[in-house]
T-cell receptor, first 113, second 114 residues
Framework: QQQVKQSPQSLIVQKGGISIINCAYENTAFDYFPWYQQFPGKGPALLIAIRPDVSEKKEGRFTISFNKSAKQFSLHIMDSQPGDSATYFCAAGPLSYGNKLVFGAGTILRVKS | DTAVSQTPKYLVTQMGNDKSIKCEQNLGHDTMYWYKQDSKKFLKIMFSYNNKELIINETVPNRFSPKSPDKAHLNLHINSLELGDSAVYFC?????????????FGPGTRLTVT
């Protein structure tokens, strides 16, 4: 019940294309779903996060879509750029004391110019 | 202006040694975390402290002992290092119960045990 399954493991997208990464969770107590971006040799950086009271959240070229009944959420990167090439992690956890996040296995995104 | 800092960035040591990693945050956050990222880049929480109190303690060997001298600092001491401890260790912080749950990560410490 603690797993977060992320797919695909890796993704190659042409510059200007849309990158889509999917995650599924099992624990219905989870109510906070962030996405992190990690460049080689750096720490994960929070990209965007959503709570289950909304089905979509957009920040610039990044959009999270959330389907509570299916227990799935996804990250869409519009107009993908070479600078977006990084590893992306979804995570899920309860908005409670301690906020213990469970991370997906990560998706390596490469945007070809 | 570093928000979450860790020292050292790299740590190479031999099996059986004891080592420490230090973490400091200047964001005024109440909650701090230690994560381990393995060679497959899988991130897993190890510990969490809120105002110097341990609130999350995952299934981690008791060779790992976190210590929080104050709410801005969280150190990780590892005894009797093993080859399997080789990983990147990340410190993170968040406001916690007072407000935003957004976690901000440090740059990581790459530990190599030979």
């Amino acid at each position: 019940q603690q797993q977060v399954k992320q797919s695909p493991q890796s993704l190659i997208v042409q510059k200007g294309g849309i990158s889509i990464i999917n995650c599924a969770y099992e624990n219905t107590a989870f109510d906070y779903f962030p996405w992190y971006q990690q460049f080689p040799g750096k720490g994960p950086a929070l990209l965007i996060a959503i709570r289950p009271d909304v089905s979509e959240k957009k920040e610039g070229r990044f959009t999270i879509s959330f389907n509570k009944s299916a227990k799935q959420f996804s990250l869409h990167i519009m107009d993908s750029q070479p600078g977006d090439s990084a590893t992306y992690f979804c995570a899920a956890g309860p908005l409670s004391y301690g906020n213990k996040l469970v991370f997906g296995a990560g998706t390596i995104l490469r945007v070809k110019s | 202006d570093t928000a979450v800092s860790q020292t050292p960035k790299y740590l190479v040591t031999q099996m059986g040694n004891d080592k420490s990693i230090k973490c400091e945050q200047n964001l005024g956050h109440d909650t701090m975390y230690w994560y381990k990222q393995d060679s497959k880049k899988f991130l897993k929480i190890m510990f969490s402290y809120n105002n110097k109190e341990l609130i999350i303690n995952e299934t981690v060997p008791n060779r790992f002992s976190p210590k929080s001298p104050d709410k801005a600092h969280l150190n990780l001491h590892i005894n009797s290092l093993e080859l399997g401890d080789s990983a990147v260790y990340f410190c993170a912080s968040s406001q916690g119960a007072r407000g935003s749950y957004e976690q901000y990560f440090g740059p990581g410490t790459r530990l190599t045990v030979t």
